[in-house]
């Protein structure tokens, strides 16, 4: 079965300062890569996402994230994060099941709390 | 904007009962999956669905199963509920791209948050 790490379980910032979250996959094939973002008491929303082309994707709110296939990593940045990132990140990775079909596999989850 | 929705955002079930969790997506998405959510394990794949009538397990398919017999509705069934079911249910919706599936990305609805007791 594919894995997903994420080594942050719980990060503690101050507002404006930068945010580097782990991402580290198994797969050695081609994937495709994701950050989801649950706010407290919302459903998970899609923050950005790998396919292929430029390793450095951005997505909303002024999330980006570098894909480094060499590292199997995909680690998720932001230069300055609001008390409004407060959520629960998670990284997944979609590769194939044991019967050849596709599904996402999910790390744990890094829980976020930006100190106002 | 495609619209997951779950029956219900709270449920609490004895042990021993059967329960139904329903998910139903408006975008005529190929593709519907059933996750648990719990702390510090993140989403866990229970069961997925390709098309209608077909089914495929995920990671930790014990004691749950599944239904599909219209493309926008995805059952979830525990036969016998047990406390170690406590959780919190997703559903998510994906289209199909190619054979080989990927280029893809899952809507997911807002979840449904059971107790059994």
């Known amino acids: 079965a594919q894995s997903v790490s994420q080594h942050n379980h719980h990060v503690i910032l101050s507002e404006a300062a930068s945010l580097e979250l782990g991402c580290n996959y198994s797969?050695?094939?081609?994937?495709?890569l994701f950050w989801y973002v649950q706010y407290p008491g919302q459903h998970l929303q899609l923050l950005l996402k790998y396919f292929s082309g430029d390793p450095l994707v951005k997505g909303i709110k002024g999330f980006e994230a570098e894909f480094i296939k060499s590292k199997f990593s995909f680690n998720l940045r932001k230069p300055s994060v609001q008390w409004s990132d407060t959520a629960e990140y998670f990284c997944a990775v979609n590769a194939p099941l044991g019967t050849g079909r596709r599904a996402l596999t999910f790390g744990s989850g890094t829980r976020l709390q930006v100190q106002p | 904007d495609v619209k997951v929705t779950q029956s219900s955002r709270y449920l609490v079930k004895r042990t021993g009962e059967k329960v139904f969790l329903e998910c139903v997506q408006d975008?005529?998405?190929?593709?519907m999956f059933w996750y648990r959510q719990d702390p510090g394990l993140g989403l866990r794949l229970i069961y997925f669905s390709y098309d209608v009538k077909m089914k495929e397990k995920g990671d930790i398919p014990e004691g749950y199963s599944v239904s599909r017999e219209k493309k926008e509705r995805f059952s979830l069934i525990l036969e016998s509920a047990s406390t170690n079911q406590t959780s919190m249910y997703l559903c998510?919706?994906?289209?199909?791209?190619?054979?080989?599936?990927?280029?893809?990305?899952?809507?997911f609805g807002p979840g449904t948050r059971l107790t059994v007791t």
């Open positions: 797969y050695g094939g081609t994937v495709n």
């Open positions: 975008m005529d998405h190929e593709n």
């Open positions: 998510a919706s994906s289209p199909l791209h190619g054979a080989q599936q990927l280029n893809y990305e899952q809507y």
